[in-house]
């Protein structure tokens, strides 16, 4: 059964810009517009950082506190009413310093909680730098396709983790011992091929169900497909995966002295990067007109939507943080009617957000929230 997780309230008190900012929301989709620098963005940040994998440092979660803000830390916080399917409940965010550091606090209908990362919502987030994604790197597109897959995949998210921390583990045992303590780098190494081989394969399931959905779209839109283009991607189309499991190990005890001078992984299952191409023309999305590499990217969210609908999933939020410029209209109204498919609330940020106002249907079902309208902001 797929929640459908709502926020109907949102407080922000001397968050980045807002001193105090009060939402209330009766609706699945929302639409945050106003001026440049007026928070928008702010608001959705606040939102997802109640998702267990925000990356936020406790260096920036610093910067998240008001500049202008000289009192106690208590009076600093986000805080949300969820309604899910048969319940209401409150959570909020705050900071607590600890040796000097910043660490993020959640408390659960006015119980601290526990864990430093309980499951509170999924975000499924889209920013104006995506909309280049295809000029972009290699990392920022891996970073795409991963964003997809542990939106419901949380262990995804973990075994990325858990590599990263093998491969710089074997990177510092090769800078300080060399190639000698080989017991120890056999061991390091069967961890990132275990994690590896584990990230690799849920790619690749994940980009065959993707391009299911992006082969069943409507005929009217182009037909665009996804491959993964790393080595060990290449590798498992043709070969068993145990075969590409002792390549990759070997792979990496031939390249300990090479990677010992040179400081980084010569061979990684990270190096892996997405090819999205026309299938008629075999032209890759990076040669398309910028508009139409926005087109594409949309695209690519439409499978995803429609891979949701296949699988179960649970307290997602959907972040569109400015993206629609430059798109034309009809195809805006193509976006909004696949989004309002979904059971899921959907935060969408726009300067002006009039090709909502102009639309009939969309001017009823959508929320909209001036954001510098006063009335917000009064305590
Ligand atoms: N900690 C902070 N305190 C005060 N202002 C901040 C803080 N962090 C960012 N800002 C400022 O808040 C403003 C709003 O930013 P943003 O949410 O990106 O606006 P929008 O998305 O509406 O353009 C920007 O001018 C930004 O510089
Ligand atoms: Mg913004």
Known sequence: MNSNLRIEKLILNNFRNHNYLKLDIKKNMVLIYGKNGSGKTSVLESISL?????????????????????????????????????????????????NDMLRKVISIDGKLSRKTNPKILNVYSVFPKMTFLFQNSSEDRRGFLDQMISTTDKEHRKNLI????????????????????????????????????????????FVKSLNHMLLNLESSLPYFQVKLNGKLDKLLLEKPSIQVEDFFFSSLRE?????????RTSFSA????????????????????????????FLMIFAFIKHLETISYERIIFLLDDVFSYLDDKFIYLVLEKLNELNVQIWMTDVKGDWIFRDKRYNKIVDKINIDDKRFKVS
């Open 162 to 205: 858990n590599y990263e921390k093998y491969k710089s583990e074997r990177i510092k045992i090769l800078k300080k011992w060399k190639n000698c303590n080989t017991e120890w780098l056999d061991a390091v190494e069967k961890k990132m091929v275990f994690y590896g081989m584990v990230i690799c394969d849920c790619r690749r399931n």
């Open 50 to 98: 109640f998702d267990s994998s925000n990356g936020f440092k406790a260096l920036s979660l610093n910067e998240t506190i008001n500049f202008n803000y000289k009192g106690p830390l208590e009076m600093f916080g986000v805080n949300l009413s969820l309604k899910s399917l048969d319940s209401l409940s409150t959570v909020g965010l705050s900071l607590r310093k600890k």
């Open 255 to 263: 390249n300990r002295t090479r990677d010992s001078i040179i400081g």
């Open 270 to 297: 990270n190096k892996t990067d997405i090819i999205v191409y026309e299938k008629k023309s075999n032209k890759e999305a990076k040669s398309f007109s910028t508009g139409q590499q926005k087109t594409i990217l």
